[in-house]
């Protein structure tokens, strides 16, 4: 293949019967929809012909923020084919998250939900883009209604292996969200990989039901399905008893922690139930080893538990298979992160970046070809984020055993990671600072039954001032996205420091790790 387009990969393993059913989409209160692979090429003709007509510079980008359904899926590879750059936003981010990545993308097109257009429109105007589209989850919005014009045959853009494909937004421990530019070469690449580790082969039926405005749904569950030719049973919303009763019809299923504690809760997840089901995949934060116990006592499966990151696409997996790099070690070790996935390389060093020996705690860096570009228009801040031999700091802490596993046991980024998504305390904090009556405050997470972790907000008054922690969570609903909103807060009169004046999180974490205890 002369250009690299994901989207040309990716139509190359579609089946040769098109005709035959690509997604199923399936459960909440609207009717089971059926869409062939035929549909996906036309559709996705039609969306990036819409595109194309719209005479935007190369590298335009295509910020998104709408609700899960197939047509947003096709927008998706719609800006692959066309050779633009898919800029996904989750929906739960409020106005002034959503002005920010717009000011700081400055998108050639924005498509929102019809029911958002008023505000996000006005945002996204002010930044210059020119043109703003509506989709929702039940195919309605300008759109569609646009792309039903164009014709239904497109050839894919030209693309090199380093052209952008996708810019997604990570928050970072100081300052704003960064975001993480990937090429068509780095997710390909990927997706090739993971393929191949994990076994992907005919007849195989992927269940997905996660977001797909980050890595995890959108990279390495669809492109896992899309580059096998494998059909896909389509959740706009994740439902426990809905995966449950899907499973005697699908092989594969990915998931975060929390899904895989919430499916536990069901009792109709039996041994019988899974029987037909090939894989199960955990990641995006980690996977205790009761749950991963619990599992594989209801269920006969052993859940196969992967590390990324979204600047990286995946890094490790423990074993689908024998892996003859290892000894043809094939166990999936509970509480580790497995191997590094063929063509990475991973290394764990000190402070001074000399590696450690075998076993040791350590900073994981990484390099690969699925290691990102940089970020968008941060060079200083890409560079730090480099050694000099070109390995990538993670900001993750671990260690490699003597077998060769990788176990993540803490992180050097301040940073939660709730129900699988990554919360920044600093940018919490920064909003509860601005709060009248607050002197200053400390964001940690704790341990939760549910999310796995949450933030806990603890507040110093300014003097004389008594802020009330019940109104300090009720400002920040409106500013940040819902799942950022800490699950407690309470004014404390001082916060445990260190010789240096610093705020000792470690301190507060143990203080308050019983609050949601089962
Ligand atoms: C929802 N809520 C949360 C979270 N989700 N609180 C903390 N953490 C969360 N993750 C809160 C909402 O604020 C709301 O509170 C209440 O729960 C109900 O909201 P709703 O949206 O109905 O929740 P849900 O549908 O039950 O969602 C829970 C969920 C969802 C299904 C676990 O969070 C989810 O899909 N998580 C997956 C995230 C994911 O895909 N991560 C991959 C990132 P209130 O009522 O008070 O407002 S990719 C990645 O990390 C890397 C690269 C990797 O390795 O994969
Ligand atoms: P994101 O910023 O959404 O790309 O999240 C990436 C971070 O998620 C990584 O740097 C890790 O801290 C975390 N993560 C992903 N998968 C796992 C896992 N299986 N176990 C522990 N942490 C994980």
Known sequence: MSSHNLYSALRASFPADVDTVALEAVGGDGPTLRYTWRDLDEATAMMANLLASLDLPPGSRIAVQVEKSVEALM????????????????????????????????????????????????????????????????????????????????????????????????????????????????ILSNAQVLRDYWGWKQGDVLIHALPIFHVHGLFVAIHGALINGSPMLWLNKFDPA?????????????????????????????????AHMRLFISGSAPLLIETFNAWQERTGHTILERYGMSETVMLTSNPYAADARHGGQSERRGGTVGFPLPGVSLKVVDDQGQPVPTGDI??????????????????????????????????????????????IVGRSKDLIISGGYNVYPAEIEGVINE??????????????????????????????????????????????????????????????????GKVQKNLLRDAWSHLFKA
């Not at 996904?88 to 981010?93: G, K």
């Not at 994981?364 to 060079?379: A, D, E, Q, T």
């Not at 709060?435 to 003097?463: C, N, Q, R, T, Y």
């Not at 001032?465 to 001082?494: G, R, S």
Request: proline letters at 7%; a positive charge.
């Open 242 to 274: 809905a995966v449950v009763r899907l499973l005697p019809r699908a092989t594969v299923f990915m998931g975060v922690p929390t899904l895989y504690v919430r499916m536990l809760a069901e009792p109709g997840l039996t041994r019988e139930q899974a």
């Open 435 to 500: 709060m009248a009556g607050v002197a200053e405050s400390a964001v940690v997470g704790i341990p939760h039954p549910d999310f796995g972790e949450v933030g806990v907000a603890l507040v110093i008054a300014k003097p004389g001032a008594a802020p009330d922690p019940a109104a300090i969570l009720t400002t920040l609903k409106t500013k940040l996205a819902n799942f950022k909103i800490p699950k407690h807060c309470a004014v404390v009169p001082e916060l445990p420091r260190n010789t240096m």
């Open 362 to 407: 350590g900073s994981i860096l990484v390099k690969g070809p699925n290691v990102f570009k940089g970020y968008w228009r941060m060079p200083e801040k890409t560079a730090e984020e480099f050694t000099a031999d070109g390995y990538f700091r993670t900001g993750d802490v671990g260690r490699v055993d003597a077998r060769g596993y990788v176990t």
């Open 75 to 186: 927008l998706y590879l719609a800006t692959l084919r066309a050779g633009f750059v898919f800029l996904p936003l989750n929906t739960a981010y409020r106005s002034a998250e959503i002005e920010y990545f717009i000011g700081n993308a400055e998108p050639a097109v924005v498509v929102c939900s019809p029911a958002n257009f008023g505000w996000v429109s006005k945002i996204a105007f002010n930044a210059g883009t020119r043109h703003v589209f509506t989709l929702d989850d039940t195919r309605q919005g300008s759109l569609l209604q646009r792309a039903a014009h164009h014709s239904r045959e497109h050839r894919p853009a030209e693309c090199g292996a380093d052209d952008l494909a996708v810019i997604i937004y990570t928050s970072g421990t100081t300052g704003r969200s960064k975001g993480a530019m990937l090429s068509h070469g780095n």
